[in-house]
């Protein structure tokens, strides 16, 4: 069965769009026609990614999430190209396994900063810029948000953090015609954070195990639920938490970080 959604003449903007599953996310809106603006730090991803979605299609910005002016900059820049923005997807992460003694302060605050600050500075940005009546925020969690997990104590901390910020203004934003949601995806192949916690065949096999419908995901499988939460298929859900995750953190989302 496919699903269709047509975004032509809307413009989305995808924070962290330029690798793994959100390069994914702002493909998939790319092609159902929406103008798209992606961001990240490194300025050759940036460029990278426009060029595979489209000159005539994308635009491109390089800044830092931790970075408030630099995020309202950016965002700024592409609503003032675009215009107002239709959908706002909040996607940029760290992560990195380790015991909690061994965590730095520094790096546990990169982490909180880069996912928990970061979605703050985005929305932050977006507001004034975001259509309204009939903005969708779609900020991407992770199953460390519900599952707890050893050696991602940052992360769970961090990412719970992103789900109640969603939880919260989709109260405080619903009287403006804004509708806030959270995806939680699986484990995706190919993208960097998979990589770095289930490094090898042996441990993706174990991760593989525990997913009920038996294989990982792609972006493409996250794609399309940012795809139905943007649209007006969903104009009446907010506030949701959506996993896209195979069913994984039913089983407990068990990943075997050895001995880290």
Not at 113 to 140: H, Q
Request: aromatic share 6%; hydrophobic share 45%.
């Amino acid at each position: 069965m496919k699903a269709n959604f047509d975004y032509t003449g809307c413009n989305v903007f995808v924070a962290g769009g330029t690798s793994g599953i959100n390069l994914g996310i702002a493909e998939a809106f790319a092609k159902a026609g929406a103008r798209v603006g992606v961001a990240s730090r490194r300025q050759e991803k940036v460029d990278a990614a426009v060029e595979l979605l489209g000159r005539d299609r994308a635009l491109g910005y390089s800044f830092d999430v931790r970075d408030a002016g630099a995020v309202a900059e950016g965002i700024g820049a592409f609503a003032a190209e675009a215009g107002p923005i239709d959908v706002l997807v909040s996607g940029a992460a760290g992560n990195f396994p380790a015991p909690f003694e061994k965590i730095s302060s520094n790096g546990f605050k990169a982490v909180v900063d880069i996912d928990l600050l970061g979605t703050y500075n985005v929305m932050k940005a977006a507001f004034e810029n975001l259509r309204r009546p009939g903005g969708s925020v779609i900020n991407i969690s992770a199953p460390q948000a519900v599952v707890p997990m050893a050696y991602q104590v940052h992360v769970c901390a961090a990412k719970a953090g992103v789900d109640m910020v969603t939880r919260s203004l989709a109260i405080e934003w619903g009287p403006h015609g804004l509708r806030i949601n959270s995806v939680i995806p699986g484990p995706i192949a190919g993208t960097e954070g998979m990589a770095r916690l289930a490094p090898d065949d042996a441990a993706v096999a174990k991760v593989v195990s525990g997913v009920p419908l038996r294989r990982m995901g792609t972006p493409l499988d996250v794609a399309r639920v940012c795809l139905f939460l943007g649209s007006e298929a969903a104009e009446y859900v907010t506030g949701a938490v959506v996993t896209a995750d195979g069913g994984w953190a039913q089983t407990g989302a068990v990943l075997d970080f050895g001995s880290v």
